[in-house]
């Protein structure tokens, strides 16, 4: 059996189906093998070079190849790699806590570092949890979503996320949380536009604690600026301010999922530092924290409120990789990288570079309906047609086709039709935090003729 898979390069099992792929549904086209990285290029086993427009699933923040990282990597692992947190601290762990809180600012004095977004998720919910139990409010449990939303694909986590065709399959496996509606600013209900919207919004959040009982409401979680669920949604500024005041007044916390905007891809360390006065409790970050070096993920909060908890009998929580020396290593060499080259300013000014070139593109294209993000956290909306902003019928599979169709172009874009695209489709435009104008001008130009084939494939 162990030949049999050498021999065919273990792709394939002994039943002939793929062994190695079993995410992808049946009769999907094989991806192409990836060979390396450098920058913001990679390369297949058959010599193909691709541009990353969306450091794969928005991750890849500094670029591949990055040798500081490399380094830090290598020369901690000839240090330790892991050392049970039973036995042992480690330094870091130390070292990359203190810089985050650095970088966070006040609020967010105590990190707590997992593998990974959906550990993040998990973690802070539990977090809200213990320190609502030991300030004596063990009738807060309820944490509330927004629709659409996600926060990571463990069933805490999805209870949380807004997205009605996972729960369809998974509400009976866990505890489904109520949801409000996310501020869409493109496709509006009639008589709205976006301002009106959003306070529409917020007033449906203060509703919904009030209807589920402001007691036994723990938090309300929320992406400042959307990922895949929202299509890189910013929300007019006074829905942040607005969601604050909601959540103090019945003494809700708010949590920040940051595993896509934060770690500098919006112009800022967190996102939540672009609205300085409606600060969330708790914030997650995954993703670019470690840039796609290593698993990471991490969950921030104030001194008070872990103090809290610790005195309480300590955080009920952990995973056997919490804080490992290895991974620690190689996000304080990813966030000395952010830092020393002034990529969260890089990410501000390719922004606003790469947004301008979008819409050139809108202008010309019968299909991009809008575009919207700040900093590197950018979409683009697909639609059939720019004047009735018409969702594309599931049929044309207009994500997954405008993938396709992109990596023929050496072109790499990130998408998911979430809720089955009830919401809309889109596309991401993340390129890492290292983009240079030169590049950006490379991926307009082959995004320009990716949606050009789209089009008239549809049209004929
Ligand atoms: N939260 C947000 C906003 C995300 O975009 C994701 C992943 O895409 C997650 C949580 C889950 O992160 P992970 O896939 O690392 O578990």
């Known amino acids: 059996m162990a030949n049999e898979l050498r021999k065919s390069g273990g792709t394939f099992g002994h039943r002939g189906g793929p062994v190695d792929v079993f995410y992808l549904p049946e009769g999907a086209r094989r991806h192409p093998v990836v060979s390396h990285g450098d920058g913001v290029y990679l390369w297949d086993k058959d010599g193909n070079r691709y541009i990353d427009a969306c450091s794969g699933p928005v991750t890849t923040n500094i670029g591949h190849g990055n040798k500081r990282v490399i380094d830090a990597m290598s020369a901690q692992a000839r240090k330790i790699c892991f050392a ?8 870091p762990n130390i070292a990359l806590a203190g810089l985050v809180a650095e970088l ?12 990974g977004g959906s550990e993040a998720t998990e973690a802070a919910i539990k977090l809200a949890r213990q320190y609502a139990v ?14 659409p939303g996600y926060h990571g694909a463990s069933l805490g986590a999805a209870s949380v996320s807004g997205d009605p065709a996972s729960e369809a399959i998974f509400a009976s496996v866990m505890q489904v949380m109520p949801k409000v509606p996310a501020p869409f600013t493109y496709r509006l209900p009639e008589n709205e536009d976006a301002d009106s919207y959003a306070r529409r919004c917020a007033t449906a959040l203060e509703a919904t604690i009030v209807s589920e009982g402001p007691d036994s409401v723990l938090a309300f979680i929320m992406e400042p600026i959307g990922g895949l669920a929202t299509g890189a949604l910013v929300a007019p500024d006074h829905y942040y301010s607005a969601v604050r005041e909601i959540c103090d007044r019945h003494g809700v916390l708010l949590i920040y999922d940051e595993v896509m905007s934060g770690a500098g891809r919006t112009g800022a360390f967190l996102a939540a530092q672009h609205w300085p006065d409606a600060q969330p409790d708790i914030v997650t970050l995954a993703k670019g924290i470690a840039a796609g070096y290593t698993p990471l993920g991490m969950v921030l909060a104030s001194a008070q409120m872990v103090d809290t908890v610790t005195q309480s009998g300590g955080f009920l929580h952990g995973h056997t990789y919490v804080a490992n020396p290895l991974s620690c290593a190689v996000g ?24 301008a070139r979008l819409a050139e593109i809108q202008e010309t294209s019968r299909i991009l309906g809008d575009v919207r993000g700040r900093g590197l956290l950018n979409a683009i909306e697909i639609v059939t047609d720019r004047e009735t902003k018409r969702i594309p019928p599931a049929s044309l599979l207009a994500s997954s086709r405008l993938t396709e169709i992109g990596m023929e172009n050496g072109l790499l874009l990130y998408s998911r039709r979430t ?26 130009e082959r995004l320009a003729r990716t949606l050009q084939t789209f089009e008239q494939e549809i049209a004929g």
């Open 134 to 147: 030991a300030r004596g409010e063990s009738s807060r449990w309820k944490v509330l979503g927004r629709e």
């Open 84 to 91: 049970a947190r039973q036995h042992f601290e480690n330094e």
């Open 419 to 444: 809720a089955n695209g009830k919401y809309g489709e889109w596309l991401m435009v993340t390129p890492p935090l290292i983009v240079t104008e030169q590049e950006i001008d490379e991926i307009a």
């Open 104 to 115: 966070a600012g006040p609020g967010f004095e105590r990190a707590f570092f997992v593998s």
């Open 332 to 355: 304080h060499a990813v966030l000395s990288e952010v830092i020393d080259r002034n990529l969260m300013a890089n990410a501000a000014a390719m922004g606003t570079h790469l947004r």
